[in-house]
């Protein structure tokens, strides 16, 4: 059927327009077909033909589909949805078999509209069909993407070529601290403030190399979310975005997929180290078996509690005949290199611990006493803090020469050694700046070295008279 002038822009028209529209019609991912008025096919694209292998010369100038692209049983019904179409006020959608050149069928779904002259009436129609397990595919992915992006158990983050967020979902943005949607452009580092360079490391890694084989877990501390300043795990897995239009693959950004593991992590580390200070005390307990000397195996005691547990250890007993008076007994090297806990030659140095001091308050308290330096107990909050003197800017080095303890010492813990209902002296466990502070859990497990201990001390004649 020739076309007539009140058809619109799908209507082949001359010269340069022509050729436009035949690049746009070719150019297109859908199949494509126009019928005139008459249900002539007046246009016909290159996907199309790729759909049904008919050509653009055999389809254009066919009445319809019937004798050719539909089987006769099938006929009847294409051409009336194809008609109803055609007077539907909008688009419509069907699904029917199409017949392809070779004889096998195909079932399509199809996307058609009227066309409208330049008065208003019905010029023809465009209907637009793709292989329906393609179109189930495109719609799969496209409603996994939007199921991702919901209320998930996981959190999903958009990260684009310059390392910064773009979309995230719910569970992300409640775990970054952002509300949603996440401010476009802002960097990661604003974000997360410790751990931000292993996170963008692995980003950077599968722009370049792609996707890491399995998950990996990294600890992060988020500037924002609902416990800012404390350490998060979160296992991650990341997808290397590329476009499917370019002719090579160019990265659009990381999907970033990641859980907060961060309960179940401590929970292992926490069953780890009870296993361990177990084994301690058992080992412990065969070793002071062993020794001959009751005051050897109260310092064998104490080194076992030791192992990853303290950089120093003090014993001072309490001093016959003065019992508000403690000696120094025993003590690891208080400078050069660490060593074990070995008793102080001459038989022990009274100390002079000012009032006040850590040591006197758990003697006093019979119990555990913990204690910080002020610069470590700022920057981290969740320590029990002793009574230590001075301000929160005050040196490390001076806070441990106050309290008689060797330098570099940032936090201390003190703890009591009892027999027989008598307080025999006090074990002060200490460590360094770059060791967390002393929690509830440590107290118990210097509690229960420091009982064993006192045993062995007090067969030692360590003794208050």
Same mark, same amino acid.
Not at 68 to 95: F, H, I, K, Q
């Given at each position: ?226 416990? %800012? ?5 979160? $296992?991650? @897995?990341?997808? &290397?975005?590329?476009? +499917?239009? !370019?002719?090579?693959?160019? =990265? ?105 001091? %850590? ?5 006093? $308290?019979? @119990?555990?006493? &913990?204690?910080?330096? +002020?610069? !470590?107990?700022?920057?981290? =909050? ?84």
């Amino acid at each position: 059927m020739s076309a007539s002038k009140s058809e619109p822009t799908l209507t082949a028209t001359a010269g340069a327009g022509a050729e436009l529209l035949a690049a746009l019609l070719d150019g297109m991912d859908a199949a494509l077909c126009a019928f005139g008025a008459d249900g002539t096919i007046t246009h016909w694209n290159r996907e199309a033909e790729r759909v049904l292998g008919w050509s653009a010369q055999e389809a254009v100038g066919r009445r319809g589909f019937t004798g050719w692209a539909v089987r006769s049983g099938d006929a009847a019904d294409v051409e009336a949805r194809l008609t109803a179409a055609m007077d539907a006020p909008g688009r419509t959608v069907n699904e029917f078999a199409l017949l392809r050149k070779d004889g096998g069928r195909v079932l399509v779904r199809t996307q058609s509209a009227p066309v409208l002259g330049a008065t208003g009436e019905r010029a023809g129609l465009y209907c637009a069909f793709n292989e329906v397990h393609t179109q189930i595919g495109l719609e799969r992915s496209i409603a996994l993407s939007e199921a991702l992006f919901d209320d998930t158990s996981w959190g999903l983050v958009l990260v684009d070529v310059d390392l910064r967020p773009t979309v995230v979902n719910v569970y992300a943005a409640e775990a970054l601290g952002t509300g949603r949607p996440v401010q476009l452009g802002r960097p990661l580092g604003e974000l997360v403030v410790q751990g931000v360079e292993e996170l963008e490391a692995a980003l950077q890694h599968v722009l370049a190399e792609g996707e890491p084989r399995g998950v990996g877990e990294m600890w992060v501390t988020l500037a924002g979310g609902p416990e %800012p300043g404390r350490r998060r795990c979160w $296992r991650s @897995g990341f997808l &290397r975005l590329a476009s +499917p239009l !370019a002719e090579e693959p160019v =990265p659009l950004g990381v999907g970033w997929v990641f859980q907060d593991v961060t309960a179940a992590k401590l929970a292992e580390q926490e069953a780890d180290r009870l296993r361990f200070r177990a084994s301690q005390l058992h080992r412990a307990a065969r070793a002071a078996g062993e020794c001959e000397d009751p005051l050897e195996a109260t310092t064998a005691y104490l080194d076992f509690a030791l192992a990853g547990f303290a950089d120093h250890v003090l014993v001072d007993v309490v001093e016959p005949g003065d019992r508000g008076r403690l000696v120094r007994a025993a003590a690891t090297p208080a400078s050069g290199a660490p060593g074990p806990c070995l008793p102080v030659a001459g038989g022990g140095i009274p100390v002079r611990y000012p009032s006040g001091h %850590p040591a006197l308050q758990a003697a006093e $308290r019979i @119990g555990s006493v &913990r204690a910080s330096a +002020p610069a !470590a107990a700022v920057s981290a =909050p969740a320590t029990v803090t002793g009574t230590g003197t001075g301000t929160a800017g005050a040196a490390s080095a001076s806070w441990c020469k106050e309290r008689q303890w060797p330098a570099g010492m940032s936090h201390a813990l003190c703890t009591v050694l009892r027999s027989r209902g008598r307080t025999l002296g006090v074990v002060t466990f200490l460590r360094g700046s770059t060791r967390p502070v002393f929690e509830r859990a440590d107290a118990v497990y210097a509690e229960s070295m420091s009982a064993m201990a006192a045993l062995a001390l007090d067969l030692a004649g360590r003794t208050p008279s």
